[in-house]
């Protein structure tokens, strides 16, 4: 069975820092303890409202990190002007609405085909891996493929949020979608809301490749530390990937 990558989002340090202004702490630094700590990629979300990752730390990662930089943006034109002034090694297209605490589901690319089309097309054209955050759906999938992203990232929120018959028919639906994934050509990622009592069901998925996970790692480093949170987590998705 192929490695299963980790991505590390940075944004909730910046979340901390902004709370109070100032510098501290740096989510730069937490890029570098995360590939100390075994990550092989770090996501960073600027949004609209700059709640969080703020443009001058998006400069910073790209010119310091030596791991690839997956930048997660809504499908705008000021959003896509960062991304090609920039050059991160990804693009992840997501919804993105004022008012939500955090990103609530996945886009419908199959409802705003026309109009994300011409943006994967402008990321592509500049050599930046696209990849569209959606619902494990074949519907989300097939439009993805069509409009020319080569990578789908499946939202894990219904999965991690549900308990018992509930949750496993979300994960039977997240591995129904990336089987459909692989089956047409896409390569397939996963996220959000991970944690170590979750992370291991969809770790052992084969045709998954990367998971994205911050916040509850972020988290965790409260009481443990960021490179110890983070190793547990590589060693969670590691003994699922590689089990019997």
């Known amino acids: 069975m192929s490695a299963l990558r980790l991505g590390v989002n940075i944004d909730h340090v910046a979340t901390i820092r902004n709370a109070r ?8 630094r937490a890029a570098h303890m995360a590939a100390a700590a075994g990550a092989d990629g770090i996501t960073a979300h600027l949004r609209e409202d700059r709640r969080h990752i703020a443009d ?16 997660e943006m809504a499908a705008t034109e000021e959003m896509l002007a960062i991304a090609l002034r920039h050059r991160p090694h990804a693009a992840c297209i997501v919804p993105e609405r004022r008012e939500e605490r955090t990103t609530e589901g996945g886009l419908d690319v199959v409802g705003a085909k026309d109009r994300l089309r ?27 493929l069509e409009i020319g992203a080569p990578v789908v990232e499946l939202h894990t929120g ?19 979608a990336a089987a459909h994934a692989a089956a047409i050509g896409l390569e397939c990622h996963a996220g959000h809301g991970l944690s170590y009592d979750t992370v291991k069901p969809i770790a052992a998925i084969p045709t998954i490749a990367e998971l994205n996970i911050g916040h509850f790692l972020v988290g ?7 490179e110890a949170s983070i190793r547990h987590m590589r060693q969670l998705m590691d003994e699922a990937r590689h089990r019997p």
């Open 21 to 28: 202004g100032g510098l501290h702490p740096d989510p730069v």
């Open 220 to 226: 965790e480093a409260i009481f443990v530390g960021f």
């Open 158 to 176: 219904a999965y991690c949020d549900h308990t018992g018959d509930e949750r496993d028919r979300e994960l039977a639906r997240i591995v129904e």
């Open 56 to 71: 001058h730390d998006i400069a910073r990662l790209s010119n310091e990190i030596a791991l690839p930089l997956n930048f």
């Open 118 to 144: 011409p943006l994967v097309h402008r990321l592509r054209d500049a050599g930046i891996r696209v990849s569209m955050f959606i619902e494990a759906d074949p519907r989300q999938l097939d439009a993805s």
